[in-house]
T-cell receptor, first 113, second 116 residues
Framework: AQTIHQWPVAEIKAVGSPLSLGCTIK??????LYWYWQATGGTLQQLFY??????VESVVQLNLSASRPKDDQFILSTEKLLLSHSGFYLC????????????FGSGTRLTVL | GEQVEQLPSILRVQEGSSASINCSYEDSASNYFPWYKQEPGENPKLIIDIRSNMERKQIQELIVLLDKKAKRFSLHITDTQPGDSAMYFCAASASRRNYNQGKLIFGQGTKLSIKP
């Protein structure tokens, strides 16, 4: 069975400080990986996706960047946080075949002060 | 377009009664429609989905209906319980996106509260 682990669980950071969030998936080789962002009470917005190591595509420009250093690892980062970066960050992977089911990690709650 | 409209945004129902959430989509080529339940502080979890070759699907108290002509689909929760209180998101596949990008477009969500 596939497991997806996100870290940290929560972060409180100052405006202008750097950020790094991580995601690891086990039990699935060469997964498609995704970063989603959710404002409090809001919907799910796709930020980045990656189909293979070293390859990341940006979907929305939010002064964030993503990298995939290993097949099972996806990193979200920025050098300077904005207040608008606060929210819930979810890593996800997609199932095989015709179904487009997304499976989400447990998420990271980010508060920027 | 790729929008998915979800209504209502807030829904309060009495315990034991039914709750219905409605979604509409724009892309006539959409062929996959999942529903996610998200409890406070938790990640969204898939609860039921339906593909375009079906009009109705039921898993226990969850019923999903799909009307392709009207480009609408809906979730019905029968005999609601306090544990059904949560945010619910519908989604539709978007044919114009590339396969690797993943094709789900999410609705705005419905906050369902079950009154005891």
């Amino acid at each position: 069975a596939q497991t997806i682990h996100q870290w940290p669980v929560a972060e409180i950071k100052a405006v202008g400080s750097p950020l790094s969030l991580g995601c690891t998936i086990k039990g699935k080789s060469s997964p498609n990986l995704y970063w989603y962002w959710q404002a409090t009470g809001g919907t799910l917005q796709q930020l980045f996706y990656s189909i293979t190591v070293g390859q990341v595509e940006s979907v929305v420009q939010l002064n964030l960047s993503a990298s995939r250093p290993k097949d099972d690892q996806f990193i979200l980062s920025t050098e300077k946080l904005l207040l608008s970066h606060s929210g819930f960050y979810l890593c996800a992977w997609r199932g095989q075949g015709w179904a487009e089911t997304l499976y989400f990690g447990s998420g990271t709650r980010l508060t920027v002060l | 377009g790729e929008q998915v409209e979800q209504l209502p945004s807030i829904l309060r129902v009495q315990e034991g009664s039914s709750a219905s959430i409605n979604c509409s989509y724009e892309d006539s080529a959409s062929n996959y429609f999942p529903w996610y339940k998200q409890e406070p502080g938790e990640n969204p979890k898939l609860i039921i989905d339906i593909r375009s070759n079906m009009e109705r699907k039921q898993i226990q108290e969850l019923i999903v209906l799909l009307d392709k002509k009207a480009k609408r689909f809906s979730l019905h929760i029968t005999d609601t319980q306090p544990g059904d209180s949560a945010m619910y998101f519908c989604a539709a596949s978007a044919s114009r996106r590339n396969y690797n990008q993943g094709k789900l477009i999410f609705g705005q969500g419905t906050k369902l509260s079950i009154k005891p």
